[in-house]
């Protein structure tokens, strides 16, 4: 069974800065990579950062330089720094596991990010 708990979303003005958590349980997290994903309304879910076991990154051209993600394996937390925030970041913020060999899912419940002046 695997269950994330995210925490750290809020409002913020253009320019601000915000830090998202995400708590994982799950069996065996050397076998996921963790990331995040952003659903703005009436827009499609998309990638935002991913990182793997190894601290191996991706970021969607939209976010870097701006957003860093990090991992600590001890803890299964995964973390997202956002820095220099626009209003077109606003979105509900998704923590994810993905299986490295299934490529299979697992959705946190999503955290609010707004961005407004």
């Known amino acids: 069974q695997v269950q994330l708990v995210e925490s750290g979303g809020g409002s913020v003005q253009p320019g601000g800065s915000l830090r998202l958590s995400c708590a994982a349980s799950v069996r065996d997290l050397d076998i996921y990579a963790m990331g995040w994903h952003r659903q703005a309304p009436g827009k499609q879910r998309e990638l935002v950062a991913e990182?793997?076991?190894?601290?191996?990154?991706n970021y969607a051209h939209f976010v870097k330089g701006r957003f860093t993600i990090d991992r600590d394996n001890a803890l299964a937390t995964v973390y997202l720094q956002m820095n220099s925030l626009k209003p077109e970041d606003t979105a509900v913020y998704y923590c994810?596991?993905?299986?490295?060999?299934?490529?299979?899912?697992?959705w946190g419940q999503g955290t609010q990010v707004s961005v407004s002046s």
């Open positions: 994810n596991l993905r299986h490295i060999w299934t490529d299979k899912y697992f």
């Open positions: 990182i793997t076991r190894g601290l191996r990154t």
